[in-house]
């Protein structure tokens, strides 16, 4: 029921399944909500990002609380970046053995 434009690029969402009716009713308002959520998980994503920055500056200054912090981070299979979705990793979805180990180092 979702009629592809610039805001619902057909093929691009994680919603191309949905059957595409050019003159329904609900349209519009289904782009609207599909482009809002897609939007507000990003807005989530960038949140929790600077949430993170703010608790990591806050805990510097202690040694063990940043250490606690810095397992409680899931990061991607290398230990470099900070997972921001809650998709498991290639690692069977436990990356904290991954997790242990970099923040010994």
Known sequence: MLQPGP?????????????VLQNHICSK???????ASHYFSCLLQICYAINLGKEIIAVQKDPEALAQLMLSIPLTNDGKYVLLNDQPDDNDGNSSEHRGAESEA
């Open 29 to 35: 308002i289904l782009s609207f909500s599909t482009f």
């Open 7 to 19: 805001v619902f690029p057909s093929g691009n969402s994680e919603h191309s399944d949905l059957t």
